[in-house]
């Protein structure tokens, strides 16, 4: 029988450090089960006139809404992208987005 993956840990890129008190919050909330835990492999984003919706899709089918201010959209994707950027640094290649592969399909295809 197959030992199942450990759930991963925060690990910082290289040269990076992770304040306690913020690796104290992200593992607790690992490991509350009151908290939701969503896995999402798609997603809708959705713009309002005060805020934004990102609708979280799992093989096309909603499982999660989550609305925040147009300040907190800014700063999680500024974070996303400073993380997926320190990820791309350390591992030496570019992660690729659906547009991207959606082409290289396309392209495949010609």
Do not use: W
Not at 1 to 7: D, G, L, S, V
Not at 23 to 34: F, H, K, P, Y
């Amino acid at each position: 029988m197959a030992t199942p993956p450990e759930k991963s840990a925060l690990t910082p890129a290289a040269g990076l450090t992770v304040p306690d008190n913020i690796r104290a919050l992200v593992e607790s909330a690992g490991q509350t089960a009151s908290i939701p835990h969503f896995y999402f492999n798609g997603m809708i984003l959705a713009q309002g006139t005060a805020d934004m919706t990102l609708i979280l899709q799992l093989n096309n089918q909603p499982v999660a809404a989550l609305n925040c201010s147009f300040t907190i959209a800014k700063t999680l994707a500024k974070g996303l992208d400073k993380a997926i950027n320190n990820l791309e640094t350390f591992a030496g290649r570019e992660i690729m987005t659906v547009d991207d592969i959606a082409r290289s399909f396309s392209k495949a295809k010609e």
